[in-house]
């Protein structure tokens, strides 16, 4: 089948299923909750339905109800606290609403960069940057697996601006700005990025300032500028960075030959920000361990547990409960077909719910059930056509089952429709695993379009590891700490408090996932851990993490973890990694 023929029927039946899923959006349904702040019930808060005039006020318990369709957007507003704006999904019923003080309320402007792709076909446009030095170290835009932000200095142009800050402010997407007046009566923009309540830092000439630097720089002399957000950023740079770094080059790199004083700044601002040595390893939670499932493993023989849990099976309606079942048949007793088999019964109990279902599709492939995985995320794709995370759910277990036309042919059925793949998570994720299959499967994977990726050969392309998170259900929320083998940590936050935006984003787009690259190891051990804050409603939240290691070499790895989380509030360390090897505490 060429790739032509297999859009064309990918499109048909994504017009089909979203046709047939129509209705149930279109239906309002009721929406239950309560609102709280800590541990606290908070009465009187405004719940709306925008756009409508639907709207109530909590009890005295807390308490609300209202109805709302799928793609509606419920607003959460009381005296004090930070207004919280949650879209409705399919499976949206309940949604207990944790609000928080609004004690950052800094006069900001919204400014969106205007992308255009259209000089490269099919969205594939990628800026190709190379290395460029900072105060902290050589940065490799190729290789860091993130989006940098760059102009070039000769497109900056200071006519009419009082400041740099303002002449290449709106230049860069999810960043916003406070106007401020210096010390010199100039005015000038402080940048944050998205989620962030601290500026962003210059970086100039390996020379660090927390301010504006135009009071010292020409403007004609500036060669370049780069905008790092990511974690890679921070942990380079510490508590100070937090907000991001502005990095500015000069042609005359003047203050880059002030090595005495360089140093002396650089050290100023190392990442000062350490680990406190306080997780504990998901293993000792024991929280899959339910009354029933201990039950069943007391039993001690797989055959009559069976019998057991399938003469009980409809006394539990938690599917939570069977999940861990089909877990200890596969752990306890060893017995991959059994557990398999639970995992279909689930699934045919709740077909028509994609976060289960994706909970399943997690299962197979930990069990590296890979046939079964593919038919589980069909499912998915059928009930949530237009979510970019079907796309590439679907394409990833195709490729995990050697399948790898079909993959690419996934991935440019998403790309096609005209999707964006240069600003947003899901699709620089997308767009990697993309070029995982130009490099390392090209022939296999009949690429017969252009693509153009980032890298230009596959040595620049490979990695020391490759993190990725996926989580079942958007309403998630949890902190991943990354730990470097100086103990300097660095937070990644996926909340309403610091970053209400990107989640919405996500639900806007569909898709609930981010990786992480670490591009060298080093000696000593990184450690990843977790915060789990919660998902708005009774169930429990199930992340699948996948763990590459030497990604997109001859020697990859590749390991397929899934944690379970409900009512933890508490740090939990999920990974030990080294250059030789990395324990997983899912045990």
Known sequence: MKTKNFISILVLFIICSSVFAQEKLNESKEITGTTSYLSKTLKNVNIIVKGTNIGVKSDVDGNYSLLAKTGDVIQYSFVGYKTINIIVEDVTNILNIQLFKD??????????ANIKNEAIPNHLRVEKLKKFSTARGTIDPIKSGYSVGFIDGKDI???????????????????????IINDWGVEEAQFFARGS???MVWDVDGFIHEEDPSAFLRFDDIKSVYVLKSFNAVSR????????????????????????????????????????????AYATINNSLTAFTKKIKGINNKELAFEYYHKNFALNNNYSNHISVAELFYKYYN???ISIQILHEIAEAHNDNPEILKVIGYQMQVMNAKVEAINIYKKVFKLRPNYAQSYRDLANAYKDNDNYNKAWRMYMGYLIQGNNISDNAIGELIFNEMEWLFYNRNNQSDINISFYPKNES????????????EWNTSEAEFELEFVNPNNQAYVYKHSLANDEQAINNGKELGYSSKEFMIQEIGLGNWLVNINYLGNKKPESTYIKVTLYNKWGSPNQTQEVSVFK???????????????DSYVSFNN
């Open 565 to 579: 989380f409900k009512d933890e509030r508490k740090k939990i360390q999920l990974y030990n990694l080294n250059n």
């Open 157 to 179: 142009n200071a006519a009419g601006f009082p400041s740099l800050s303002y002449a290449i402010a709106g230049k860069f997407p999810g960043v916003t700005i406070k106007r």
């Open 103 to 112: 004690i950052n309320q800094l006069d900001e402007v919204l400014v969106k």
């Open 237 to 280: 740079y510490g508590v100070v960075g937090s907000g991001g770094v502005i990095v500015v080059q000069t042609k005359s790199a003047y203050l880059a030959s002030l090595k005495n004083e360089n140093k002396n700044n650089a050290e100023k601002y190392l990442n000062k920000n350490y680990y406190n040595n306080d997780a504990v």
């Open 458 to 469: 596959i040595v620049e392309f490979r990695d020391d590891t490759r993190i990725v998170f």
């Open 335 to 337: 017995d991959k077909e």
């Open 197 to 199: 309540s601290e500026h």
